[in-house]
């Protein structure tokens, strides 16, 4: 996959009953193959399949689970498109489930916080990895006190886990793959070194996303 040529477009495929934007609507295997269909159609770049919601106060799914709702997906569109499917979870047993089920990226929104392992999962299967900087859980994320300087949470917190995904042997490079991409990083030099993009992050606030650039 070119990086860093031109901006690339992930299609969110929530196969959950309780996402924000679009839970339950994509919960069947077929509509979720037509959704991610249709998404390519329209230009999309890469598909993400979630089997959790991590909206503020979603309550967490069990590993069993997530992989029933995410694999079915991710084996039935690698055969029906060559283009990369990426599987947002924050658990290694489902990331390994999700790669060995023809997925090339693991999207992990708590950026190994929650499991470390999952960086092992991808170094193993010479896999993408996507980093989000997120703060607290789902469940509690929308409680926590507003910090002093988000850019600079959001930094160091990436840069922590960059090094930890680094140490576990996920490979870090603008042009080659597996890509190591970190979302909300301000350090434009940071960002040309490990192939990031601006992001989301989860868990601030809506005052602070807008002052950093962010929606």
Do not use: W
């Amino acid at each position: 996959m070119p990086i860093g040529q031109r901006t690339l477009i992930m299609g969110i495929l929530n196969v959950t009953p309780d996402s924000f934007s679009d839970g339950g609507q994509f919960f069947t295997l077929d509509s979720a193959v037509a959704r991610a269909e249709q998404m390519i159609a329209e230009g999309a770049d890469i598909i993400d399949v979630g089997g959790e919601s991590t909206r503020p106060g979603g309550e967490p799914v069990s590993i069993e689970e997530e992989i029933e709702r995410v694999v079915p997906v991710i084996k039935a569109l690698a055969v029906r498109t060559s283009t990369p499917l990426s599987v947002d979870t924050t658990k290694s047993e489902v990331a390994r489930a999700a790669l060995d089920a023809g997925a090339a990226i693991v999207n992990d929104i708590s950026a190994l916080r929650f499991d470390f392992y999952v960086a092992d999962a991808v170094a193993r299967a010479g896999a993408g990895l996507v980093l989000m900087h997120s703060r607290g859980t789902p469940a509690t994320m929308h409680r926590l006190p507003p910090v002093a300087d988000i850019m600079e949470e959001v930094t160091h917190s990436l840069r922590a886990s960059i090094n930890m995904a680094e140490r576990r042997g996920v490979k870090a490079g603008f042009r080659g793959s597996p890509i190591l991409e970190a979302s909300c990083t301000s350090n434009p030099l940071d960002r040309a070194r490990h192939g990031s993009q601006a992001g989301c992050s989860f868990g601030a606030r809506a005052k602070d996303r807008v002052g950093s650039g962010r929606t």
